[in-house]
């Protein structure tokens, strides 16, 4: 791909959304060698056993760059993502594909596009392919048995973490410049932190879910996994259907985070807390506040999430005639865990709504002397596939993976991750977590933090 000075001097995939869109207006290159970039990079690195795609758009990907390359040579007016490849989890729908959401039964095909594909479309977006997941997103893993199980770019053997594993993989092998995923539980922070990538869980509100292939309506969010933390917040102006602001960032100084002392904190591995811990001091050198403190309201989660919580309760109501008719298809570790919903009756998932409103209270009321809340995104660098053979290591390795970040699903939260590791230690990210409501804050703020890290 042609080259030029300044913003557009980095080669992609390591160029930003921001680097792209300048070099496509700018005329360095064209919306269809960005593309022809991201397919080479598909043909040579998306192994069949350890696919990111798993199905790719390319014909019509390929019209709508040249449409988009079409118009601008002729000065119309293009939309805000004009030109850029970007991969969705395969549990959006898309007009005419299969939202199989990781399984292999699903046969029906989209009748119209979902939501926030319709948005991206309209900013001019290319579409490139449905990604690999976790069967219907329920695992913070990333394995499955039936398309395979992507692995992580940055570590050899190593997963890349679920549920929207392959849009993470996708972004950062450079076989799209950015993806979409759910969040039910980290589904976007987890992938994003063990592939070297920034992940962004939005208020759960702001983004239309119409058209998404469901886990749990509680908890189900949908955000950007990309490069930076700048080009997270112009796909979620898009995602979101609200301007987009560019050049948000808020110096760290005078800026104050909690740090959690408890639940958060547990189990961490020696390589995660020293790079935690490095990116603390960091901040306190910058001139952030870092206080650490005990943070009660975390204390109740356990009893949130006991037995699989609002999160099986939800499932096994969605899925329990197609277990019915499908069971035998399903990946048995993802069945068993929508099993648990059918032991959660009417009056524990009842109390398990109030318990969360509450919490949610709680949370809201603690975070509103910070900045955000830091933790680390995930407490141990991304486990080896073959470590996971084992079902009884699978499921302390699946619970511990989800436990940070599912604190801002369960809260209610937005939350962000950015990436935390030298070159030449194992991927792990930096997680802020915010109030409900605050995401162009966060976002703000985390950009600063991204500076401050080195990152941008």
């Known amino acids: 791909m ?3 000075d300044n913003a557009t001097d980095r080669p992609f995939p390591e ?19 960005i ?53 969705l989890k395969a ?11 990781g399984s292999r039964w699903w046969s029906e095909a989209a009748s119209t596009d979902a939501v926030i594909v319709s948005r991206l479309r309209r900013a001019g977006a290319v579409i490139t392919g449905h990604t690999n997941m976790t069967e219907f997103a329920y695992s913070g893993l990333g394995l499955n048995p039936h398309y395979g199980t992507p692995l992580t770019p940055l570590a050899p053997g190593r997963i890349s973490g679920g549920s929207s594993s392959g849009s993470a993989v996708a972004v950062a092998a450079g076989m799209a410049a950015a993806a979409i995923g759910s969040d039910t539980g980290g589904s976007v922070r987890i992938p994003a932190a063990f592939c070297g990538l920034v992940g ?63 639940y958060m904190m547990d189990d961490m591995s020696p390589g995660i807390a020293r790079a935690f811990d490095r990116s603390l001091q960091r901040l306190r050198e910058a001139g952030a506040t870092v206080v650490e403190a005990s943070v009660p309201v ?19 109501f969605r899925h329990r005639d197609w277990l019915g008719k499908h069971g035998d298809e399903y990946d048995p570790l993802v069945k068993s865990r929508i099993e648990r919903g059918a032991l959660i009756s009417a009056a524990d998932y009842q109390a398990l709504l109030h318990l969360r409103a509450e919490s949610m209270s709680r949370a809201d009321a603690f975070l509103s002397d910070y900045d955000g809340l830091l933790a680390p995104t995930v407490p141990i660098e991304p486990p080896l596939l073959r470590d996971l053979a084992d079902d009884r290591v699978y499921g302390h390795t699946n619970l511990l993976v ?55």
């Open 298 to 316: 975390l204390d109740r989660l356990p009893e949130l999430l006991a037995g699989g919580g609002l999160t099986a309760a939800e499932a096994f």
């Open 91 to 101: 549990l959006f729908d898309v007009q005419g594909e299969v939202t199989h959401s």
């Open 200 to 262: 962004f869980k939005p208020s759960q509100y702001r983004i239309p879910r119409q058209g998404i292939f469901p886990l749990s309506d509680s908890y189900d969010s949908i955000g950007p996994i990309a490069r930076s933390v700048g080009c997270c917040a112009r796909l979620d102006a898009v995602l979101s259907g609200t301007p987009f602001q560019p050049g948000q960032r808020t110096d760290v100084r005078g800026l104050r985070f909690v740090v959690p002392r408890n």
């Open 402 to 456: 989800l436990r940070n970040p599912t604190v801002a699903n369960v809260l209610d939260l937005c939350a962000i991750t950015l990436p935390n590791h030298a070159p030449d230690e194992l991927p792990s990210g930096l997680m802020m977590i915010g109030r409900n409501g605050t995401d162009r804050q966060v976002l703000a703020a985390a950009s600063g933090v991204e500076k401050v890290l080195g990152r941008d």
């Open 15 to 33: 160029a930003t959304l921001d680097d792209l869109l300048q070099g496509l207006d700018q005329g360095h290159w064209s919306s269809a060698q």
């Open 35 to 87: 593309l022809d970039a991201c397919l080479s990079a598909s043909e040579r690195l998306d192994e069949p056993a350890h696919q990111a795609y798993t199905k790719r758009f390319d014909g019509t990907a390929r019209a709508e760059a040249e449409a988009v390359d079409t118009l601008r040579q002729a000065n119309v007016p293009v939309g805000e993502l004009a030109g850029l490849p970007i991969a």
């Open 2 to 4: 042609p080259q030029s």
